[in-house]
């Protein structure tokens, strides 16, 4: 199983420019969501799933659009990118363990830098 | 809203005992989390508790948990520089999918 994988690991944008951050995962998992991570702030959800076709709203979901076609990928679309969502984006799914509780699996991440 | 909130930054000697304090606000809290995050790399769970519990033990981990005044916290013995990383507590309520609330993480630097 290779997990959670996340690409680009890097990406550099100028304001206004829109792109996809790719996340898939091979562990059949139900849920999966999408955080950033910013000094100082833990990380905040940005758009959730609960399931293929089914997307809701995080914390933070202004500027980002989700789709779900499939249980394996959740990509996340930056619409216009704006020098604010410089930051480290992470893409985990999980799934009820054992009866007892959620793990969430997380990917390694993508550093974006919007100038 | 709900918060989590830890101290940043700890430092210890190789071979003593860390102690990670997490305070969080929200009283319907199921689920308590420890996260590690290596440099470079996305977030690994270390351990969980349940609102039910009080303390649990897992090898060089034990978590302690205070209902009464939301504390959590994290002891890891015999610290070595391997568990030099940024630790997060998180939380999440019942209901539905298990949303996390992420403490902003404390750094902890081992040292010889």
């Known amino acids: 199983n290779a997990g959670v994988t996340q690409t680009p690991k890097f990406q550099v944008l100028k304001t206004g420019q829109s792109m996809t951050l790719q996340c898939a995962q091979d562990?059949?998992?139900?849920?999966m969501s999408w955080y950033r991570q910013d000094p100082g702030m833990g990380l905040r959800l940005i758009h959730y799933?609960?399931?293929?076709?089914?997307?809701d709203q995080g914390e933070v979901p202004n500027g980002y659009n989700v789709s779900r076609s499939t249980t394996e990928d959740f990509p996340l679309r930056l619409l216009s990118a704006a020098p604010s969502q410089t930051s480290v984006y992470f893409c985990?799914?999980?799934?009820?363990?054992?009866?007892?509780?959620?793990?969430?699996?997380f990917g390694p991440g993508t550093r974006l830098t919007v100038t | 809203g709900e918060d989590v909130e830890q101290s940043l930054f700890l430092s210890v000697r190789e071979g003593d005992s860390s102690v990670i304090n997490c305070t969080y606000t929200d009283s319907s809290s199921t689920y308590l989390y420890w996260y590690k995050q290596e440099p470079g790399a996305g977030l690994q769970l270390l351990t969980y508790?349940?609102?039910?519990?009080d303390m649990k033990q897992d090898q060089r981990l034990t978590v302690l948990l205070n209902k009464k005044d939301k504390h959590l916290s994290l002891r890891i013995a015999d610290t070595q520089t391997g568990d030099s990383a940024i630790y997060f507590c998180a939380e999440s309520s019942t209901g539905g999918y298990n949303k996390l609330i992420f403490g902003a993480g404390t750094r902890l630097a081992v040292h010889p």
């Open positions: 799933s609960v399931g293929a076709g089914i997307t």
């Open positions: 508790i349940f609102s039910n519990m």
């Open positions: 562990m059949n998992h139900e849920y």
């Open positions: 985990a799914s999980s799934s009820w363990t054992s009866g007892e509780y959620y793990e969430q699996y």
